[in-house]
C-alpha cells in the first residue's frame, strides 16, 4: 500500500544495527600478570618503625533497618516472581543470530578483535519444534551465513528459509535443538490493549538474553516499509512499547504477561542524530507473524495485498483548506496504471495545488469506508487491509466522487503487490 505520510518528530533506526558479539569459539578469559617475587629488605633499607596510632573507642551498636512488612510488599514481590519465571520458561527458545558477510551499517561503532564490515548481530526466537527460528527481514538482508547462540552458549549453523521485506519478518531454521528448548506460544494481538505489560527479550548490544519490562504504549503504528520505483509501502498495526530495545534486540519477542508472543521487535525511534532507546519502541504484531511466517515456511515469500493507490489523509484543517465536503478520510492523489484500483475504476487527482508548502495532488475519490467499515485515515485502511484480508479477497470501498451528493460502493479485487 502506498503512503506517504509520516511521523516528522521521531525518525526511526532499525533496532538490529547493533554491535556485533565477541568473536566465534571461546570467550575471552581475563588475562592474569605476573607478580614478582618479594624482594628481601637489608638492614639498612629497613623503614624505621613507628608507634601505632591510639585506637578510638567503639562506636553505638546500630542494628540495620528492618525489612518492609510482606503486608507492603506484597504486590511488588508477586510482580517479580511473574517476571523471573516468565524469563525462566522464554529464555531457552530466545537466541541471539550472529550475521556473516553483511557490512555494518555506517557510523556503526568499532568492534575491538573482529573485522569491520563482516559481521552483524540480532535476536530471534524458536516458532515451532522443527527448528524454525523467527527474526526481522533486516537482520538477515544481505547475509551469506548464519550462526545461532542458544541461551547456555551452544551454537548452531542456520539456513535461511525466508524472508519479507514489507513486514520486516523473516525465518531461519537450524538442523537441530539442544535438549528441553521449546518453541514459545504465539498470543493473539488483537486482544492486546494499551497499558499491558510488555516484556522484551533479546541481545542489546550483544548481551544475550537480557529482559527489559514495560508497557503496551500504542498501537495501530505504521512504519515506513520497503520502496518501490513508483512510490513506498508501509508497515501497518506496529505495536509500540516503552519496554527498552536498542541495537541487537531486533527480532526478539515482545510477550504478554502470559509468555505468549504478541510482537517482534524491530525499531527503535529516535531524536535526530541519536541512535539509542528513548523510551519508544516499535514491534510487528503476532497477527502479521502469523500470516507471513507460515508462508515463508512453506514457499520463502509472502504475498501481500494490493490496491494500487496514492493517498493522502484528511483531517478538518486539510478538508477546510481543500475545500472538501468531508473532514476525515483518504484522499486517492494518483492511480497506478494496471493496478487493481485502475481496473476497478478508482480515480486520481486531476490538478495540483500545495498544502502547508508541499505538493498535493487533488480531485481524486475520497474513500469513505472499507466493507461497511468508516475509514478514518491512510493507516487505518491499510490496517485492516493487512489483518482482515488476502491476495485474491474482493473488498467494497465507499468512495465520494468530485460532484456526488453521496458516496458508490466500488467493488476491488486485491492481487499481489508487485
Known sequence: MLKFLLPLLLGLALAACSMPPLPLGRQAEPTAQSVPPPSVATPEAAAPVTAPRPTNPPLPTIPPQPTLEPAVSAALADQERLLVELYRRANPAVVSIDVFGVPLPENHPAVPGLPERSRGQGSGFLYDDQGHIVTNHHVVNGAERFQVRWHDGTTALADLVGSDPDSDLAVLRVRALPPGVAPLPIGDSREVEVGQTAVAIGSPFGEQNTLTVGVVSGLGRTLRGPTRTFGSFSIPNIIQTDAAINPGNSGGPLLNARGE????????????????????????????????????????????????????????????????????????????????????????????????????????????????????????????LDLDHRVGDTITLSVLRDGDQAPTDIPLLLEARP
Open 261 to 384: 508472543v504478541i510482537g517482534v521487535n524491530t525499531a527503535i525511534a529516535v531524536s535526530q542524530g541519536g541512535g539509542s532507546f528513548e523510551g519508544v519502541g516499535y514491534a510487528v504484531p503476532a497477527s502479521t507473524l502469523l500470516k507471513v511466517v507460515p508462508a515463508l515456511i512453506r514457499e520463502g515469500r509472502y504475498e501481500h495485498p494490493w490496491m494500487g493507490i496514492r493517498m493522502f489523509s484528511l483531517d478538518a484543517l486539510s478538508a477546510e483548506r481543500l475545500g472538501l465536503p468531508v473532514a476525515r478520510g483518504v484522499l486517492i492523489t494518483d492511480v497506478q496504471a494496471n493496478s487493481p484500483a485502475a481496473r476497478a475504476g478508482l480515480r486520481g487527482g486531476s490538478r495540483d495545488v500545495t498544502l502547508n508548502g508541499v505538493p498535493l495532488r487533488v480531485g481524486g475519490d475520497i474513500v469513505l469506508g472499507l466493507n461497511g467499515r468508516p475509514i478514518a485515515d491512510g493507516d487505518q485502511l491499510i490496517g485492516l
